[in-house]
């Protein structure tokens, strides 16, 4: 149960204040009321040693989850709170379940349900954004459902992204240990009869015994920077873009940035909100910054885009949303078309890094084959 903080007198009429454990604040209230305390002031508090946990931001199945499920909740007839109170108590994550808490106890203490959200810092600005316009124009429900539409579509994109990645990323670690285990293991044994022959070489036999011993010398400093570089990376949140992914996350980026803004549009959100709201779902956040301060100012929509350099096909249709006053829809249709030519690009990126890598990796094993086979044909020849 979470802890509230409370103010009042007591039953000799001296003020008094600490921390009560209790479900909601109107629990706080009675309990201590039958104390004999007259409660003045009570709110959510930290926990009783005082220490507040930070609560991460979570994940997009989350999201989706609590979207979907509160919004059934609230459809078959039951209150707010009760939903709430449902999803607390079947909540099986250890990070879900103290936010549900949480947010139940701030509702029924008569706090906006927005409010709990924002406040309990694990959701994102756009669902606490358009779960207050749904509360200000009675379509929470719908908001919920739209929200999570949205989050969903977010993660089958990071989803298609990952499986894209996925064969290439296992040839190519397969590929590396099997070198490696060559490397490391096969060719030192082979270059020790190699150097007892006290026979000249050919070129690949020194190339692949110079790698060999490189390997060997340097191989776990090398794993270490490499496993270094891989942690200071994810604390960072900073991700290796490779060139041939530049454009298909591009195309990601943009159908995600346009349905986001579309479904807040469709909530209600000003479109200069909608835009600082939408920003942060891309790593060049400061360009949509740019259009919502343009747009602010006075420019149309469409001018805005084209200042900022979006392609001039996703201009035209904005342009015309925006004059015919669809422009949620046409937002939305920018965003279909961009993931349409994003997923192509990924089959295509998928369809060719296969062969590549496995191309790779018959070289890399020829090559060592060879390397080793060559001096052997050599002294067979010399023996006839």
């Known amino acids: 149960m979470p802890y509230f903080s409370y103010s009042g007198y007591d039953a000799k009429g001296k003020s008094t204040k600490g921390t009560i454990e209790a479900g909601s604040s109107i629990q ?62 079947q909540a099986r994550d250890k990070n879900m379940k103290p936010v549900m808490e949480k947010i139940l106890a701030e509702v029924e203490g008569g706090r906006k349900f927005h409010t709990a959200l924002s406040e309990s810092g694990a959701f994102r600005e756009s669902l606490w954004r358009v779960a207050e316009s749904g509360e200000q124009s009675g379509t929470l429900i719908s908001v919920l459902n739209e929200a999570a539409d949205e989050f969903k579509l977010e993660d089958d994109l990071h989803r298609k992204i990952r499986g894209a ?42 190339m692949l015994i110079a790698m060999s011993d490189f390997i060997s010398n340097f191989g776990l400093w090398i794993l270490l920077a490499i496993l270094i570089f891989w942690v200071f990376m994810k604390r960072t949140g900073r991700r290796i873009n490779m060139p041939f992914m530049r454009g298909i996350r591009d195309q990601l980026t943009l159908a995600l940035v346009m349905s986001h803004i579309s479904t807040l549009l469709k909530s209600g959100i000003p479109l200069v909100q909608a835009l600082r709201m939408a920003s942060s779902m891309d790593t060049k956040k400061d360009r949509w910054i740019e259009a919502a301060d343009m747009v602010k100012a006075g420019h149309r929509f469409d001018k805005a885009l084209e200042k900022i350099g979006m392609p001039e096909d996703t201009v035209a249709v904005v342009r015309v949303g925006e004059m015919g006053g669809e422009l949620a829809e046409a937002l939305t249709n920018v ?26 990796l018959g070289v890399s094993v020829g090559f060592i084959v060879l390397a080793i086979l060559t001096p052997v044909f050599d002294l067979a020849g010399i023996v006839r």
């Open 335 to 360: 965003s279909d078309q961009s993931r349409e030519i994003a997923q192509s690009r990924m089959e295509r990126v998928s369809t060719l890094l296969e062969p590549i890598m496995v191309l790779s």
């Open 28 to 89: 706080a209230v009675d309990r201590l009321t039958e104390r004999g305390i007259v409660v003045v002031d009570v709110k959510l508090a930290e926990d009783k040693k005082g220490s507040s946990a930070k609560i991460k931001l979570l994940p997009l199945e989350q999201h989706i989850f609590f979207c979907r499920s509160l919004a059934s909740y609230l459809k078959s007839g039951l209150p707010l709170a009760d939903s709430l109170r449902i999803m607390s108590k």
């Open 165 to 206: 990645m996925t064969y290439p990323i296992v040839m190519a670690i397969v590929g590396i240990g099997v070198v490696a285990f060559m490397l490391t293991y096969v060719v030192p044994k082979i270059s020790e009869l190699f150097e007892d022959m006290h026979q000249s070489l050919p070129l690949p036999t020194r």
